[in-house]
């Protein structure tokens, strides 16, 4: 690991009094949810996640839909926070990150500790009827659905849509809306496990960057933006992460 990498990045975010993050699939890797979204290996090799995922596939066959993300959705509620996650919950309650936006529907953020976290692919906390309108707690059908298969209906007899964010469907207005905000609002930004492949993600740092606003990303892979980061780590980053924010608590007991 580079350890000037990693002063340089503690430096930064000693010096800022808004950092804002934008988390991606590869925050939660490490903890054991796959990235859904590109077709790999294991489970998710047989079908395209761009179409079982997607609002016209669920509308046509919702039973492929729920078939399909039933794995998904045990191995999300089997998966701890891992170091990452707890240590960006720990920056928050040091008062200098004001918020998480995050492209996962995985919920580990709030389970780690994190408080202000911007969903801009939905959750599965709740579901809304297809046909009524009624939202309601994923919980109420979420043992049997996982248990038998059987596709959740309402009351009324509509299909029950977990308010997850599909392919093909609109983001919700207010949480993008609030996540712009915020990338206008920061003077650091912490860009981490996202390839920043996926529309609108890579906006955010677009709009830090054309405000000088400097940037760092954390990822496995190179992205588009490495060039125009002040710091790019490519390790582990539930190691790079807590690395960085123990080395920021570090700075602080000295200038105490
Ligand atoms: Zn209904």
Known sequence: MDQQAV???????????????????????????????????GLWSRVDPMVVASI????Q??????????????????????????????LEHMGKLKAVITQNIDELHQRAGSRRVL?????????????????????TFLDEWLATGNVPYCECGGILKPNVILFGEMLPRDVLAAAQVEAMACDLMLVIGSSLTVMPAATFPEIALERNVPV????????????????????????????????FEELGNKER
């Open 7 to 41: 002063q340089q990045a503690a430096q930064l975010i000693n010096q800022a009094h808004h950092v804002v993050a934008l988390t991606g699939a590869g925050h939660s890797t490490p903890s054991g949810v796959p990235d859904f979204r590109s077709t790999g290996s």
């Open 119 to 139: 969903e801009l692919h939905g959750h599965m906390r709740e579901s809304t009827c297809r046909q009524c309108g009624q939202v309601v707690a994923t919980e």
């Open 216 to 247: 760092i990303i954390l990822n496995r892979d190179p992205t588009h933006y490495d060039q125009r980061a002040t710091v790019v780590m490519h390790d582990d980053l539930e190691i790079t992460l807590p690395a960085i924010v123990a080395a």
């Open 56 to 59: 016209e596939v669920f509308q």
């Open 61 to 90: 066959y919702p039973r492929a839909f729920f078939d399909w993300s039933r794995p998904l959705t045990r191995l999300i509620m089997d998966a701890q926070p891992n170091a990452a996650h707890v240590a960006l919950a720990r």
